[in-house]
């Protein structure tokens, strides 16, 4: 259903069409948003634009709750005195102000198709890594001044579809419609290792065990997880399971002992992981909706400083982002709420908002194929919706927040990259939550 679609994103950067398609678009952002022309530019050019944001609160969600209020045992999220003293030493802003944007950074257009992922360095406000359908993996200094693309990895034959960061930041390992996977060494810009797939498959998913940075585990086409060592090319025997349908998305919780993997028939299943031989052991498994893909799991120990359950966050390709509670050490998964968002033909990926408030609420940011970015407070009942970006002209697949809050990277179908920079006064206030 997804992957079908893939020739569409292949439309290539030195196109007639693509080049018409850009400066019809530059023209139209000059008209729009009065950007001169001696200031912007085809390749990376930055411009200011104004998002969508409800900065008023719902009657019922007050700034500072009463003193009374406590945690019920339901494990909803309610402010309690000592969250009463953290929003005043944070400032006091609500949720919604803290994530008010008030226009784009800058913008990277390096890749000729679909960004299929995006992925900020650990603890780095600056490193940007973006795997494209274009068969290329980039990583961009946002911060610079001016922004750039340090480095565009050049190795696969066919799409990228993801890609991740070792804890260290040293290395970015990238999985490919090729059958490879690559790890690349960051600082000397160069390609380490090359492995193909065990059964000659399409790699679809990929990422670090964040347990044991010598092991990658990777998903296929043909249903496979499979754990590789990286440090010698070898998949450790035990270390590959099966499943139906193709696995599109993996999240392991922080110890590295629990996995989950998504495919394409709207299944997710947990794994042990043995982080001494790499041995998988098939655990739980839930389907989310009949045949409608997961395209992205994102895991979190806790929403917040009050709310402590370790918790899912998925994107189904039935037009509904997910919240699952994990529910004991096997990751068997409850739903907690849903929330609608226009999801149903493409890699659609979400994130959890990396910094932990004291404010009343909580927040996730999704893409979705209407071509916006959403904010949604998961704990608000009543429009839940925070704030919508609007800057793409397609749909938007992959999200990704820098550690601080200050800037969200967003790509979309035609290889565009936007980041988007917060406004000053909440950007203060989340450096001094953190």
């Known amino acids: 259903m997804l992957i079908h679609s893939r020739a569409v994103y292949l439309f290539k950067q030195e196109s007639p069409i693509r080049k018409q398609y850009l400066k019809i678009r530059s023209q139209l952002l000059q008209q729009r948003y009065g950007v001169s022309c001696d200031q912007s530019s085809i390749h990376s050019r930055s411009i200011s634009v104004r998002s969508s944001s409800r900065i008023s609160e719902s ?22 005195k000592q969250a009463e003293a953290s929003r005043a030493i944070v400032g006091g802003t609500t949720i919604a102000e803290n994530y008010a944007f008030v226009g784009v950074h800058h913008i990277f257009d390096q890749h000729s198709a679909g960004v299929t992922m995006l992925k900020f360095a650990n603890n780095d406000r600056s490193r940007l890594c973006c795997a494209s359908f274009d068969g290329t993996v980039s990583i961009c200094n946002v911060t610079a001044n001016p922004p750039h693309v340090e480095v ?16 260290s930041n040293d290395l970015v390992v990238s999985c490919s419609q090729d059958s490879t996977l690559c790890l690349w060494d960051v600082t000397s810009k160069k390609c380490l290792r090359v492995v193909k797939d065990q059964m000659g498959a399409e ?16 998903g296929n086409s043909r249903g496979m997880v499979q754990v590789l060592n990286v440090s ?40 042990l992981f043995d982080l001494e031989t ?17 395209t992205c799991i994102s895991w979190r120990a806790w929403i917040s400083r009050e709310a402590r359950d370790p918790t899912l966050l998925v994107n189904c390709a039935a037009n509904v982002v997910c919240l699952f509670r994990v529910m004991d050490k096997e990751g068997s998964l409850q739903l907690k709420r849903n929330f609608p968002i226009h999801h149903k033909s493409y890699l659609v990926r979400s994130t959890f908002c990396p910094i932990m408030s004291f404010r009343q609420g909580a927040c996730v940011v999704t893409g979705s194929e209407d071509s916006c970015v959403y904010f949604l407070d998961i704990e608000r009942q009543e429009k839940p919706c925070l704030n919508k970006l609007q800057g793409h002209a397609c749909p938007v697949l ?9 800037l969200l990277a967003t790509g979309d179908y035609q290889g565009l990259v936007i980041i988007w920079k917060r406004e000053k006064s909440a950007t203060v206030s989340a450096q001094q939550n953190t």
């Open 232 to 271: 010698t090319g070898i998949y450790p025997r035990g270390g590959s399971s099966k499943l139906e349908g193709m696995v599109l998305a993996l999240a392991c919780d922080a110890s590295g002992q629990l996995l989950w993997a998504g495919n394409n028939k709207g299944t997710i299943v947990s794994f």
């Open 152 to 167: 565009v990895f050049k190795g696969h034959k066919k799409g990228v579809t993801g890609c991740d960061w070792s804890v």
């Open 398 to 406: 992959g999200v990704s927040f820098n550690y601080d809050e200050s």
């Open 203 to 218: 790699m679809l998913s990929c990422l670090f065990q964040p347990g044991n940075n010598n092991m990658v585990i990777a």
């Open 278 to 294: 790499g041995r998988l052991s098939k655990l739980r498994r839930l389907t989310v909706a009949e045949n409608c893909p997961i």
């Open 59 to 80: 009657p019922e969600i007050s700034r500072f709750p009463s003193e009374n209020n406590f945690v019920s045992e339901h494990g909803a999220l309610v402010p309690t």
